[in-house]
């Protein structure tokens, strides 16, 4: 996945095209059938946030690579009667007329995946979009991250490769919440003395393990509840690293009370790289 953020109007832009292979919502307990088969995703118009929470433009293409289903969906930001939300739309014989269609609200899209008596294209759409905005949770994750490394950069030099630096998050109201916190603990590579990047196996690394750590964006309704570990397993500072999450459990909170039944288990990994971040 490739896009660009502006900083200044904080306007993101996603307009590659990607093959996911797309299995089962949680990769950690692989067993049972796969929940849609193998899907490939395709950005046929650009995405762009524009600052905002959903996207104001944006459309995919998905098909199946393992024929779970013929034809193929698209999905794309719409407006209907004034509400903004997602289009689903089926052309099950691929000869370009799209058969079915049906419009949702964003606060309905998100969640059509889960009801099995949902049409399955509208399922399929409104999951193959769940899971971008999973991955976009965890390249939040890996940003903030790597602004903690670098916001206890001295903190985490003066105790010494291999030292816990104690952080403490905010404390999620409505007790007993004590606030939680998350230990950082820098490995020194290639033994310098500084954290930094140098080639051939001498890489600096990083763990975080968080522990209830909730950490409220004043300016935004939804934040997260984590618990578990965040993996450096390379970082060259302000250019690019390696994130690894390890059982990193993700809870969503929505006005500042856990919202039950959103805990998201995740196991696995991903490069990040940022020229000029
Ligand atoms: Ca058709
Ligand atoms: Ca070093
Ligand atoms: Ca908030």
């Avoid at 816990?164 to 230990?183: K, S, T, W």
């Avoid at 522990?211 to 984590?226: G, I, R």
């Amino acid at each position: 996945m490739t896009g660009t953020f502006d900083k200044a109007t904080r306007d993101t832009t996603i307009p590659d095209n990607a093959a996911v292979p797309i299995l089962w919502p949680d990769t950690s307990t692989p067993a049972g059938d796969p929940m849609f088969g193998n899907l490939s995703i395709a950005v046929s118009r650009t995405f762009r946030w524009n600052g905002a929470d959903d996207p104001t433009e944006g459309e995919l293409l998905i098909t199946s690579r393992d024929a779970s289903f013929p034809g193929r969906i698209r999905v794309k930001v719409f407006v209907q009667s004034g509400a903004p939300g997602m289009m689903s739309e089926y052309d099950d014989d691929n000869d370009g007329t799209f058969e079915q269609g049906a419009f949702h609200p964003w606060q309905d899209f998100y969640y059509l995946w889960e009801e099995d008596s949902n049409p399955p294209y509208q399922r399929i759409s409104s999951f193959v979009y769940y899971m971008r905005q999973g991955i976009f949770s965890l390249i939040d994750i890996s940003m903030r991250t790597a602004n903690a490394i670098e916001s206890h950069r001295a903190a985490l030099e003066a105790a010494g490769s291999g030292n816990a630096v104690r952080v403490e998050c905010d404390a999620l109201p409505g007790g007993p919440n004590p606030p939680g916190h998350y230990d950082i603990v820098w490995t020194d590579g290639n033994g310098n003395g500084v954290i930094d990047n140098t080639s051939a196996g001498l890489r600096d690394t990083f763990t975080l393990t968080l522990q209830q750590c909730w950490v409220d964006d004043p300016s935004d309704p939804e934040d997260l509840l984590l618990d578990g570990v965040v993996r450096f397993d390379y970082y060259e500072p302000h250019v690019q690293w390696g994130s690894v999450f390890d059982d990193l459990v993700m809870t969503r909170t929505l006005n500042n009370a856990v919202v039950p039944g959103s805990a998201m288990n995740v196991s696995g990994g991903f490069s990040l790289l940022i020229p000029g971040y």
